[in-house]
């Protein structure tokens, strides 16, 4: 690995971890920069959970210090996921190579046009047990699944549960939605190193960055307008990340 990796590798992160917490979208960042890297797919992949899971630990730990709550819906929430990430890892240790990068190229321009559509706004409740119905956790097992699988753009998933569905605001759906995929994507990143899936030197650098960024994301109280101008970069570079992809 050159200087000039490592300092792609801790840049990137920075951008990623600042984005999944805020919103959504890091790993089309990240998942693609591994690759470019030279890592083959399914090693990218498992690779790129290292930085999930730390950067998650660091915009939890900042979350419980800010006085978040409503653990323990999080883990009622995080049980089925947690079995359909394993299952989605699995699936993914056992697809080719091809397959895999014409998924991510298909799920990252879905996930991009997810982006662009307007967040209505909707009048917002708390989240309570009683709200926790069969489909809702019929739910969270296949965004499990999918996040266990591939992991890019799911947060925008939690988006659509928890927020327009479940009507939860904006701010503790991102709440939730660090909690739980900190807590489906251990065993996920389990299973990617029980197959020798992951190269720690190039995760931990990732981590390193996505952990900063999302430390600040949870310290910085972001504008409605600050937001829009990191979803539209964001997009740019997916864009560009993706015609990198197509052609080759």
């Known amino acids: 690995m050159t200087t000039w990796e490592a300092i792609a590798l801790v840049g990137i992160g920075i951008i990623a971890g600042f984005i999944n917490v805020l919103s959504a979208g890091g790993s089309m960042l990240t998942l693609p920069l591994l690759m470019f890297l030279g ?111 591939i992991q890019v753009g799911v947060g925008l998933l939690f988006i659509v549960m928890l927020y327009r569905l479940l009507k939860i605001d904006l701010a503790q759906v991102n709440v939730f939605k660090v909690f739980i995929i900190l807590i489906y994507s251990l065993p996920a990143l389990a299973l990617f190193i029980w197959f020798d899936q992951v190269r720690w030197n190039y995760g931990l650098l990732l981590a390193l960055g996505s952990m900063t960024g999302a430390w600040l994301a949870v310290k910085v109280n972001m504008s409605p307008r600050g937001t829009l101008w990191i979803k539209r970069l964001t997009l740019a570079v997916i864009t560009a990340i993706l015609l990198r992809l197509l052609l080759g």
């Open 39 to 149: 890592l083959p797919p399914q090693v990218a992949n498992g690779t790129n959970r290292v930085a999930i899971v730390l950067q998650s630990v660091s915009a939890v730990g900042n979350f419980l210090r800010a006085g978040a709550s409503h653990i323990g819906l999080s883990l009622r929430l995080s049980v089925p996921a947690v079995a359909g990430s394993l299952l989605g890892a699995w699936l993914a240790l056992h697809v080719s190579d091809v397959l895999f990068e014409a998924i991510l190229i298909a799920v990252m321009a879905g996930s991009a046009a997810m982006m662009v559509l307007p967040q209505p706004r909707l009048d917002t409740r708390p989240l309570t047990p009683e709200r926790l119905t069969l489909p809702v956790y019929a739910a969270m097992f296949l965004i499990g699944v999918y996040g266990g699988f």
